[in-house]
């Protein structure tokens, strides 16, 4: 089998994938990842039938418009970390739900609301989002409300529009709103599908941070768990952007483990409901 034959990525075939991975997604990667990287790599060898690591190097760099374009998704595809579940971080959703969203129906004139989960992986954070907006549904009766989901992974954009989840995925969703919006997959009963009317609030697309364009005037930006992958110069470049497009009353929510400090003042640290949340600099909008 090809799979057995396939020889073992060296450390300067390393960085040469690392390099170009970084060139095109921001992920940065160190010399410790090598065997993750190589086991991640290998899924494409095996579809390509390649047998060296180096052999996928040189086809990728000989690529041209079109199938350039599908081959370095489907790299960052297989390249990318897309852990997430539902009510990650759930303060952030206490905060959302009980905070950020009573404060913009009441400042919003044009009642128009746009959410943007920013690397939403398989759709879990979205779907968080669209659960707590039907929750407070009633403060926004016939507003325009749309949650962006996007990726730089399209096989996750895909799992998101499915809207099919089960075990760890859906541990932390309380059982009143497991049972009001999802059901139960017929013929396989650990299986929970989005009902419709969470799904038709949001919209996966493909975007990636460093060459796509970004949605405008956007009230909430979740971008959690994953400026960790990028360097700090990618990680300023992605909060500056941020700031151009965000609703002065905005918010953003990064990830725990994340941080601004150092990176930005664009935006300013406000803790709400115990939760930490970020808000634009109004003296620098
Ligand atoms: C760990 S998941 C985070 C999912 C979710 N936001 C959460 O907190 O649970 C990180 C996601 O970032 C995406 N990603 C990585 N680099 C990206 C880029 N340059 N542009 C857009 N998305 C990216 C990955 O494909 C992955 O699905």
Redesign the pocket.
């Known amino acids: 089998m090809i799979e057995h034959s396939i020889k073992r990525l060296t450390m300067e075939e390393f960085k040469k994938f690392s390099r170009l991975i970084h060139a095109e ?3 940065y990667l160190k010399d410790t990842k090598l065997t993750l990287l190589s086991n991640r790599l290998r899924k494409r060898l095996q579809s390509l039938q390649l047998k060296e690591f180096s052999d996928y190097y040189d086809y990728l760099q000989g690529l041209e418009g079109e199938s350039k374009k599908k081959e370095y998704e489907k790299l960052l595809d297989v390249v ?5 579940y539902f009510f ?1 971080n759930e303060r952030h959703f206490e905060a959302f739900s009980n905070y950020c969203l009573p404060d913009l129906a009441k400042k919003k004139k044009d009642r128009t609301l746009r959410i943007w ?1 920013a ?3 398989t759709g ?2 979205p779907y968080t989002i669209a659960i707590c907006l039907l929750e407070k549904i009633h403060l926004f009766q016939g507003w325009d409300i749309k949650i962006i989901a ?4 399209p096989s ?1 954009l895909d799992f998101g529009r499915l809207g099919e989840y089960s075990g760890r995925r859906i541990e932390k969703v309380p059982q009143d709103l497991l049972k009001k919006y999802f059901i139960r997959k017929k013929n396989d009963p650990e299986v929970f599908i989005v009902r419709d009317e969470l799904k038709k609030f949001v919209e996966f697309g493909y ?4 060459k796509s364009e970004f949605p405008k005037d956007i009230d909430v930006i ?1 971008c ?3 400026m960790i ?1 990028f360097d700090r110069d990618h990680q300023k470049r992605l909060i500056s952007e941020f700031s151009k497009i965000i609703n002065k009353d905005g918010f953003l929510f990064i ?1 725990h483990s994340e941080t601004l400090h150092s990176i930005s003042e664009d935006f300013v640290y406000k803790k709400v409901l115990e939760s930490p949340v970020y808000v634009p600099n109004l003296e620098r909008k």
């Open positions: 997604s921001g992920i990318s970390t897309n852990e997430t990650r989960s690397a939403c992986s879990e954070e996007t990726d730089i992974a996750v975007l990636n941070f460093f979740f959690r768990n994953v992958y990830g």
